[in-house]
Each structure stands twice: as structure tokens, then as C-alpha cells.
């Protein structure tokens, strides 16, 4: 039988605003646990929750560039459960009303095709503390420093049909909340993570089958290989004649397994109610229109103009348009480089390939815009080659100045005086008469042995194009 996998994602983005939804306490990342939470975060009596105006511009300005319903009213709700971390016994979160409703965002599948998501919804809450459990052995200690700060969880349709979709449609979205400057996106710090809901069908099926939620999946690797493996094992478990149970389910990426962490609570199981702590959020036209004139150039939108603008393939446009800062870094080159698609071969190329070896992003980049394009003003006006750049980029990196100093300094310029060219090109083919013999009878692709021959001897400054039109003449003996 056929089997079809049918995934959807909640995915939980960590809102970049400096205190938490409900409490002036801070949201910085890496203090002393227990140290950032204040009594509106712990629940204490007599305290009351005020709402964050940032976490509300920030769902607002997602739901725009999902080109999402936005809610004039929405409420927020108290939905109870109990756990060690979550000291008020109750999250609060919006249930019936969120301020995001239906939107949608199109991702690229590995044939190039396009596929459009839909997005269900997206509401704010706050987050729990959290669980520690290396260092108390047979305890577990509770840090509360998360406890209230605001997140907006993104819940996809279920229109995902393999892990690699899941992967696209994360790393998208991922993009975009950086894009929009709402959420940092930083996953080994738990800013952005996701729950997959996972179940399979015969192909063909309209029903949807039995599903079961990976949780807390914090990197797109872990995303795929626990999507996989749940995908593989409720196959296995239906052809063997089980039934798949809707449970929550963690991954352990270190047996590359997924294993039952609880049942699946219902949404009644929550007993959510109104917050009456808490007034309907109003959203008012006017707020809209203020956020929507805060929004930046879109990936989508930014993509489609360096097609247009800088005539790059719709492959290079996407890697470029990948991230904000990436986007940013290459039309800074590109404007001054003289050649866009130069640029964009050397920002995916040498210098991506430097700063992944290096561990390093492009915003902490040894070699800065300004110094790439001065280094491919060179290239492009004949002062270096294409392979002595190499030698001048390896230069820029360590720290050894401009490209115009180093290229001075270590007399790297290019030659194109032809008669010199000339000389090289004699000494070469005098001192491979068996293979000029060849090449005479027909064997052309000896022109490739020639070329590196004169390129060697010239310790690879000679211009390529002049070696070549001088070596073509002399080997046909004109």
C-alpha cells in the first residue's frame, strides 16, 4: 500500500522585545536562573498582568507580511494545566479570538516549484520556565527566567506532505521573522522551535489519520530525521496491524528515535476561559496602518528584484535573499564591484565557503563589503585574474589590508603586455614539441595543457584571454 504523510507545524517564535508580555521584567538571554522573574511572572497575589504594546505591533507585522486576517478584537485566555515550571498553574494564551487568523506562505520544493502553505492562525502567549535537570541528580531544578516572556505560536494547515516540505516551510518562516526584526531566530537558545503534528493515510484518503506531536524540535535537522522516523514508524506499526495513538512523542536525537512522552491533551482538557485579569485586545485601522509602514522590503518582493534588477538567476536570487543581513552584504558589493554576478559568485562561493570552514556568520565577516568589491573592481578592470583574486581574497581575510595594497605589495599584478605574453607562449611550445606535434594532428584538447603550461610559468598572472588568443595563433603555426 501507498502511505501519505501528512504533517503540520506549530512553530513558536520568541518575540524580540526587551520585557516580557505581561511584566517590565527583562527578556536578556543567559542570566542567572531565577533572576528575571517578577511577581506578575510568578503569579503572586495581588498582582495583575499589563499587556506589552510591542508584542502586539511585532504579531501585527508577521500577519502583514503573511498577508493573514488580523483581528479588530481578540482575548486573551487562561489555559490551566499543571507542570513544575509553570507556577501560576495556568499559561496565558488566546484561544477562540487570536489577533492573527488565516494567512498563508508559498515555499520552493526541490523540483523549483512553488507551494503555498496556509497558516491557520497565530496568537500570542507567554512561555513557561523550564525544567533543569543536568546537575541535580535525582531532582530537577526550575528556572522561571522564561516564565512570561511573549511568543507567538504559528500554526500551519496540515498541508505539508514530507519532511523535507516541513524543513522548507520552517526555514522560511525562520527567514521571515528575522526579516521582519520580531524574533532573533536563534535556535540553540530556544527562540524559535517548533511542534510537528505528524499522522499518514493510504494515498488517496481524504480522512486524515491518527496523529502524533514531536515537541520542542530546535534545529531543521532534527526537524527532518524526527519527522522521517515518526513517518517510517506508524507505517510499520498499521502494516503490523497496530493503531497509531494521537500521544505527544519526544525526539531523541541521539538514538535518532522518537519515544512517548505523554497522551494528547484535548483543547477541553485545558478548561480555557477568558483571563479576567486581562481586557479583549482592540486593534484598531489606524495601528495597522502604522505597522504596515514599519515593514521592511519582503524576502518574496526582494528575490524578485534581484532577478530583475542585478539579472540573476532565481537560484542565486534566493540564496542571496536568504537572510536579511546576506541580502544586505551582497548589494553592498554589488554597487560597487562593477559586476553583479561576479558579486554574487563570490559572496556564495569563496566567502561563504570561508565563513562556514571559519563557523562564522556573514555579519562577522573578516572581509567587509567594501574590501570584496574593491578586491572585484580589480578582476573586473583587468588588474588581477580570477585565480590570483584567490591569492588577494586569502590576503583580505587575514587581515593584510585593501586589495590595492596587497596586490602592490605582492606584486600580483596582472600581465597583459603581449609581447611578454609572446616570449612565455615560444618558451612553452619549444619545450613541448611532442605535444605541439599532437595538437597539430588534431588532437585539440591539448590547448587546455598549453594554457596551464604559460599560466604556471607566469605563476598565474598572465591575462587568461590574451594567453589564450596569443597560444590559438602560434599553435596554428600563423
Known amino acids: 500500500m501507498q502511505w501519505e504523510p501528512v504533517i503540520g507545524l506549530e512553530i513558536h517564535a520568541q518575540l524580540a522585545t526587551r520585557t516580557k508580555i505581561f511584566s517590565g521584567a527583562s527578556t536578556a538571554y543567559g542570566a542567572p536562573p531565577n533572576s528575571q522573574a517578577c511577581a506578575v511572572d510568578l503569579g503572586l497575589p495581588g498582582v495583575l498582568p499589563v499587556l506589552n504594546e510591542q508584542a502586539v505591533r511585532f504579531a501585527v507585522r508577521l500577519g502583514l507580511a503573511l498577508d493573514a486576517e488580523l483581528a479588530g478584537r481578540s482575548v486573551f485566555a487562561r489555559k490551566n494545566y499543571f507542570y513544575p515550571d509553570l507556577p501560576k498553574g495556568y499559561q496565558i494564551s488566546q484561544y477562540e479570538i487570536p489577533v492573527v487568523g488565516r494567512g498563508h506562505l508559498d515555499i520552493e520544493l ?59 516551510y520552517m526555514k522560511k518562516l525562520h527567514s521571515l521573522v528575522r526579516y521582519l526584526g520580531i524574533c532573533d531566530g536563534n535556535m540553540q537558545e530556544g527562540s524559535f522551535r517548533c511542534d510537528a503534528n505528524v499522522s499518514v493515510r493510504p494515498v488517496g484518503e481524504k480522512r486524515f489519520g ?22 517510517e514508524r506508524q507505517i510499520e506499526l498499521i502494516e503490523d496491524g497496530g493503531t497509531v495513538v494521537q500521544e505527544t512523542r519526544l525526539y531523541d536525537s541521539d538514538r535518532g528515535e522518537t519515544r512517548s512522552m505523554r497522551t494528547k491533551e484535548e483543547a477541553n482538557d485545558y478548561r480555557y ?47 542571496l535573499t536568504s537572510s536579511r543581513e546576506l541580502a544586505d552584504y551582497y548589494e553592498a558589493v554589488a554597487a560597487e564591484a562593477g559586476d553583479a554576478k561576479l558579486a554574487a ?20 565577516s573578516p572581509v567587509g563589503p567594501e574590501r570584496l568589491a574593491g578586491m572585484l573592481r580589480r578582476v573586473v578592470d583587468g588588474t588581477i585574474s ?17 586589495a590595492d595594497a596587497v596586490i602592490e605589495a605582492k606584486g600580483l599584478k596582472q600581465v597583459t603586455d603581449t609581447a611578454a605574453i609572446e616570449a612565455m607562449v615560444d618558451e612553452v611550445i619549444a619545450a613541448n614539441p611532442e605535444q605541439l606535434e599532437q595538437y597539430r594532428a588534431g588532437k585539440t584538447k591539448l590547448m587546455g595543457f598549453f594554457v596551464g603550461q604559460v599560466m604556471k610559468a607566469s605563476r598565474g598572472k598572465a591575462n587568461p584571454q590574451a594567453v589564450n588568443e596569443v597560444l590559438q595563433r602560434k599553435l596554428n603555426g600563423e
Open 210 to 231: 491518527t496523529r502524533a506531536e514531536l515537541k520542542n524540535l530546535n534545529s531543521f535537522r532534527f526537524v527532518e530525521r524526527a519527522i522521517n522516523y515518526e513517518i
Open 273 to 319: 476561559f477568558p483571563d479576567p485579569d486581562l481586557l479583549p485586545l482592540e486593534v484598531t485601522p489606524q495601528l495597522i496602518e502604522d505597522v504596515r509602514a514599519e515593514l521592511p522590503e519582503l524576502p518574496d518582493a526582494k528575490k524578485a528584484r534581484f532577478v530583475e534588477q542585478y539579472g540573476l538567476p532565481a537560484y542565486d536570487a534566493g540564496v
Open 110 to 168: 526541490e523540483d523549483g516549484s512553488t507551494k503555498r502553505i496556509g497558516v491557520t492562525r497565530a496568537h500570542l502567549e507567554e512561555d513557561a520556565g523550564k525544567s533543569l535537570h543536568e546537575g541535580f541528580a535525582g531532582m530537577t531544578g526550575i528556572d522561571l527566567n522564561r516564565a512570561g516572556t511573549p511568543l507567538l505560536e504559528i500554526v500551519s494547515e496540515p498541508d505539508l506532505r514530507s519532511a523535507a516540505e516541513a524543513v522548507a
Open 345 to 364: 559568485n563570490w559572496v556564495m562561493g569563496d566567502l561563504a565557503g570561508a565563513l562556514n570552514k571559519a563557523g562564522l556568520d556573514i555579519t562577522e
Open 386 to 402: 580570477g585565480k590570483i583574486a584567490k591569492d588577494v581574497f586569502d590576503a583580505l581575510w587575514n587581515g593584510e589590508g585593501d
